[in-house]
């Protein structure tokens, strides 16, 4: 009969433990950014607040471009409380797999740098000025992390969103804004290319639209490479026709499968490939944002010195 007792005890004492670490996990918020540049920024504003941030996307998974949710995605999704993303379409799938669990609340990083791009869009629809020659028509192109101006937009959306769930911790988000939007600042006037000529580009990716434009980089042509869509040599040929009637001073690429055309590309021309970081994987140099972005911009230098 003791023994019988100690025995009932102890199956007590442990389903006690364990749902005494049940609850506390349950109680505890659990906020998921998209993939990894939404998890960099919003790992940022959510520092010293006791949020944990946890990446959904695999970090090398790169951009969201017909990604398949993996049944971890999947699992995530369901025990979150909080979705951040990036928004512009990046992550349909993941909003629609989201909106199945009904007590998530998902914080949209650029929806109010859509709405302002959307209310420039029909500004210039009404413009009857002659075109530049520059086409600045983003379409579709919601890289936005890789300007600095538009980080900033996604890091404020992202630090107001979770004040609104986390009152408590409002503070400790607007002060790791403010030291994101410093350090954005600093960054910029680190490198101040807006002072500088404007340089012509090729890219093979179209992730560095933003970048480029914001530190006056034209580029006259890009090419959107993945494994179901590839230059053809008649499309290199006239790239580098576009090149030389533009005089582009560098090809600019990321470290990935349309960096072999972009070398092509550049040699065709003599000019330098210039390979720069989307921030959408995992590297030793993308552990932060800024040292990141500093990288790029410091591969940026050599698009200038042979404008």
Known sequence: MKKSIKISALI???ALLFSGCAHKTHSESTVSASFYPIYLISSFIADGSGLEIKNTASPQTGCLHDYQLTTGNIRQLAQSDVLIINGGGMEDAFVEKASENENIKIIDSSAHFEEHEHEEHEEHENEEEASDGHDHDHGENSHYWMSLSHA??????????????????????????????????????????????????ISFHEAFEYLCEENNVNIVKTFEIDENSVPSARELADAVDEGIKHNVSAVICADDSGKAYARTTADELGVPLVVLNPITYVNEETASYFEAMDKNFSLLKEVFKND
Not at 165 to 174: N, R, V
Not at 183 to 198: A, D, I, P, Q, V
């Open 12 to 14: 007590i004492s442990t």
């Open 152 to 201: 900033q937009m996604q890091a404020e959306e992202i630090a107001q969103g979770l004040s609104q769930i986390h009152p408590e911790k409002a503070l400790q988000f607007e002060n790791n804004l403010e030291i994101f939007k410093a350090n954005c600042r600093k960054l910029s006037e680190k490198y101040s290319f807006s002072s500088y000529n404007t340089a012509n580009v």
